[in-house]
T-cell receptor, first 112, second 111 residues
Framework: KNEVEQSPQNLTAQEGEFITINCSYSVGISALHWLQQHPGGGIVSLFMLSSGKKKHGRLIATINIQEKHSSLHITASHPRDSAVYICAVRPYSGAGSYQLTFGKGTKLSVIP | SQTIHQWPATLVQPVGSPLSLECTVEGTSNPNLYWYRQAAGRGLQLLFYSVGIGQISSEVPQNLSASRPQDRQFILSSKKLLLSDSGFYLC??????????FGPGTRLTVL
């Protein structure tokens, strides 16, 4: 059974701090997603990666396939970054459909 | 550009009543479509996925069903709602490069 574990579950940071959210998974995967869920519930895809590192603005996502671990970093955090960040993986099953297994999310609150 | 619609945005229903949630996608053809549920305090759970018209796969046994009557329409239904059906329901589709696009969601409360 594929497990996706995120840490921490909750995170409070001061504006400007560097933030790291971690994700570990238990099976081989073909891709990992980082998603952002705002208080209203809407979900936005931030990154999809299968190796290495991706950067978009103040967000950086890294993945270590051998260690089955990924991190999401936020530099110079801002109150508008407050949201739930969700890690999701696609197990390497070779199936035609694209199915994800999700972590429970990390709730980030950035205080001015 | 691709757009995904869901309605209604919120819904309050009594136990035992029927349910119909609709999802439509614009700007793409023959997408893989997904229904997810997010129960309070829990992560997203895949309920159904569809790779084409009339093709539905269920991931978990439950009180719900899904249908895909048209290429870009995906419907989630129930004949009799249970309290445990309360949650946030998200429709999503997978793009050509397997990126996931989510709809705005429907918040269902069963009383």
């Amino acid at each position: 059974k594929n497990e996706v574990e995120q840490s921490p579950q909750n995170l409070t940071a001061q504006e400007g701090e560097f933030i790291t959210i971690n994700c570990s998974y238990s099976v081989g995967i073909s891709a990992l997603h980082w998603l952002q869920q705002h208080p209203g519930g809407g979900i936005v895809s931030l990154f999809m990666l299968s190796s290495g590192k991706k950067k978009h603005g103040r967000l950086i996502a890294t993945i270590n396939i051998q260690e089955k671990h990924s991190s999401l970093h936020i530099t110079a955090s801002h109150p508008r970054d407050s949201a739930v960040y969700i890690c999701a993986v696609r197990p390497y099953s070779g199936a035609g459909s694209y199915q994800l297994t999700f972590g429970k999310g990390t709730k980030l609150s950035v205080i001015p | 550009s691709q757009t995904i619609h869901q309605w209604p945005a919120t819904l309050v229903q009594p136990v035992g009543s029927p349910l119909s949630l609709e999802c439509t996608v614009e700007g793409t053809s023959n997408p893989n479509l997904y229904w997810y549920r997010q129960a309070a305090g829990r992560g997203l759970q895949l309920l159904f996925y569809s790779v084409g018209i009339g093709q539905i796969s269920s991931e978990v046994p439950q009180n719900l069903s899904a249908s895909r009557p048209q290429d870009r329409q995906f419907i989630l239904s129930s004949k009799k709602l249970l309290l445990s059906d309360s949650g946030f329901y998200l429709c999503a589709w997978a793009g050509n490069y397997n990126e996931q696009f989510f709809g705005p969601g429907t918040r269902l409360t069963v009383l």
